[in-house]
């Protein structure tokens, strides 16, 4: 199994990003996949995920900013970060759950079993 994350870079308070996640060795649309970040000092957070039924579920900090979605047909899912903020500042990492992930456990980094090697997003003036 290989997660690819990519699209981070550094962009300016108010910018956006689209990270991508492209996994081989499962297929997206029949798992949990999410996204987590690490800032500086910091744990890891749960920032997004989406479950095989297509819904869609997000941290407090990002709602309304984030949104992940994904493409079957190139088994990769995407986050969509707009409005970023210094403080979104972090390695962003991809992951696939431990088979169908009730709602409640998606916040949960122990629940995922592969994990893509991240992304970094800067967000500075």
């Known amino acids: 199994v290989q997660l690819q994350a990519s699209g981070g870079g550094l962009v300016q308070p108010g910018g956006s990003l689209r990270l991508s996640c492209s996994v081989s060795?499962?297929?997206?649309?029949?798992?949990?996949v999410g996204w987590f970040r690490r800032a500086p000092g910091k744990d890891r957070e749960f920032v997004a995920a989406?479950?095989?039924?297509?819904?869609?579920h997000y941290a407090e900090a990002v709602k309304g900013r984030f949104t992940i979605s994904r493409d079957n047909a190139k088994n990769t899912v995407y986050v969509q970060l707009n409005s970023l903020k210094p403080e979104d500042t972090a390695v962003y990492y991809c992951?696939?759950?431990?088979?169908?992930?009730?709602?409640?456990?998606?916040?949960?980094?122990?629940?995922?079993?592969?994990w893509g090697q991240g992304t970094q997003v800067t967000v500075s003036s």
């Open positions: 060795g499962r297929t997206v649309s029949i798992s949990s």
């Open positions: 992951a696939v759950g431990r088979g169908t992930l009730i709602v409640s456990s998606l916040w949960n980094g122990e629940e995922y079993e592969d």
């Open positions: 989406i479950r095989r039924s297509g819904s869609t």
